[in-house]
C-alpha cells in the first residue's frame, strides 16, 4: 500500500480537500501509475457540481492525467513498470463487440463497473481516513498515485513532457477528432465553433489541419478571440452583438449556412444553434459538449428532412490504446499542438485555484 496526497472530493458542491490517501496495490490485469501531471476539465467539474447522475462520493477526480507505471498486476502484458502511459477514460479491450467495430470507440469492457467509480473487480484501491473512496471515469488522475485497468492506458513516447501531453488525456483530442474523425471536416470548407475554450480551440486546430478555409469562433467571452485565432479561426463574434438569434446571423454570413458546426459547450440551446446554423443539403453539426442530466434536444424535424445530420463525439471518436501514442507522436513531430493550450501551471495543492481558473475563463 502507498501513502500520498489526493485532492478527495467529499462531498457535490465543496471545494477538493488535500489528504493523505492509501492506494492499494494492483490486482490481476491493474496497473497502478505515479501520476507526473494533471489537468482540470470541465467534466470534473460537472460532477464536482452535483449534476452528474453517475457522481459517487467521496471521490477522486480527475481524468486528463500522465504518469509513470509503478507496478502492475498478474496479467499485465502491455505495460511494464518504468512505462511512460496516459490513463484513459474511455479503454480499448479490443475484444468487445464495440472495440471490433471501426465505427466507434464505446469499448463497454467496464463501462457498468467504471460508472459506479469502482475498478472492474467491483472495489476500490483508495481509502482515506479508513473511508473508502471512489474512483473517476475509471482513471482519478487527482491523486500522487492511482490504479487503473490495464485496458484503459496507453503507453506513450517516454520523452514526451508529461505537463503538456496530459492534455491529450481529453479536452484536445476530444476537439481535434471531433473535426477530423466524427466531421471528417473537407479542405475548403465553412466551420463554425460554438465555445472557444479548450475543446473548442482544439476543434478549430483540427478544422484548420483538414484545410477548412473559414473557421468562425463563436463565445460571448471575447478575451477568448485571440486565442482562437492563433488556432486557427478567420474570424470570432459573440451573439450578445446580434438582436437576432445566432444560427441566423451566421446563416447570412456564410450564404445559407456553414458546412461542419460544433457544440463544444454542452448547453442544448446552443446545440439546436448549431444545427440550424449549417447548410441545407450537407451541414453536419456535431455535439462535442456535454449537458446536465436531464436535458432534452430539441429542433424541427424539417431542419434534418431537409439534409442536415446532426451527430455526438465521445473522445474524438479516437479508438484510445492504438490512437492516444500516435496523438502524441503527432506533438512531438509538430503536427499537432499541445504547448499553446497551457494557459496555467500550478502546483497540485493549488488545484483549487485550478478550477476557480477555469470557471473565470482564464
Known amino acids: 500500500v502507498i501513502k500520498c496526497k489526493a485532492a478527495v472530493a467529499w462531498e457535490a458542491g465543496k471545494p477538493l480537500s488535500f489528504e493523505e490517501v492509501e492506494v492499494a496495490p494492483p490486482k490481476a490485469h491493474e496497473v497502478r501509475i505515479k501520476i ?5 476539465c470541465h467534466t470534473d467539474a460537472y460532477t464536482l457540481s452535483g449534476a452528474d447522475p453517475e457522481g459517487c462520493f467521496p471521490v477522486i477526480l480527475g481524468h486528463e492525467g500522465a504518469g509513470i507505471v509503478e507496478s502492475v498486476g498478474e496479467g499485465v502484458t ?8 496516459i490513463p484513459l477514460y474511455i ?3 479490443k475484444e468487445c463487440k464495440f472495440c471490433k467495430n471501426p465505427k466507434t470507440n464505446l469499448c463497454q469492457k467496464i463501462r457498468i463497473t467504471q460508472g459506479k467509480g469502482l475498478m472492474p473487480d467491483g472495489t476500490s484501491r483508495f481509502t482515506c481516513k479508513g473511508k473508502q473512496v471512489y474512483h473517476f471515469m475509471g482513471t482519478s488522475t487527482f491523486s500522487e498515485y492511482t490504479v487503473v485497468a490495464d485496458i484503459s492506458v496507453a503507453k506513450i513516447d517516454a520523452a514526451a513532457p508529461l505537463d503538456k501531453v496530459c492534455l491529450l488525456g481529453c479536452g484536445i483530442s476530444t476537439g481535434y477528432g471531433a473535426a477530423v474523425n466524427t466531421a471528417k471536416v473537407e479542405p475548403g470548407s465553412t466551420c463554425a465553433v460554438f465555445g472557444l475554450g479548450g475543446v473548442g480551440l482544439a476543434v478549430i486546430m483540427g478544422c484548420k489541419i483538414a484545410g477548412a478555409s473559414r473557421i468562425i469562433g463563436i463565445d460571448i467571452n471575447k478575451d477568448k478571440y485571440v486565442k482562437a485565432k492563433e488556432f486557427g479561426a478567420t ?3 459573440s451573439p450578445e452583438d446580434f438582436k437576432k438569434p445566432i444560427q441566423e446571423v451566421l446563416v447570412e454570413m456564410t450564404d445559407g449556412g456553414v458546412d461542419y458546426s460544433f457544440e463544444c459547450i454542452g448547453n442544448v ?3 439546436r444553434a448549431a444545427l440550424e446554423a449549417c447548410h441545407k443539403g450537407w451541414g453536419v ?8 442530466a436531464g436535458q432534452e434536444i430539441s429542433t424541427r424535424p424539417f431542419q434534418l428532412v431537409t439534409g442536415r445530420t446532426w451527430k455526438g463525439t465521445a473522445f474524438g471518436g479516437w479508438k484510445s490504446v492504438d490512437s492516444v501514442p500516435k496523438l502524441v507522436t503527432d506533438y512531438m513531430s509538430k503536427k ?4 499553446e493550450f497551457v494557459t496555467h501551471t500550478l502546483s497540485f495543492n493549488k488545484i483549487n485555484e485550478a478550477f476557480d481558473l477555469m470557471h473565470t475563463g482564464k
Open 36 to 40: 507526473v501531471a494533471t489537468a482540470v
Open 78 to 85: 502491455k505495460v511494464k513498470p518504468g512505462d511512460t502511459v
Open 91 to 93: 479503454p480499448q479491450c
Open 235 to 237: 474570424e470570432c463574434i
Open 269 to 271: 440551446q446552443v446545440m
Open 285 to 292: 453539426s456535431v455535439i462535442v459538449g456535454v449537458a446536465a
Open 336 to 339: 499537432i499542438k499541445v504547448d
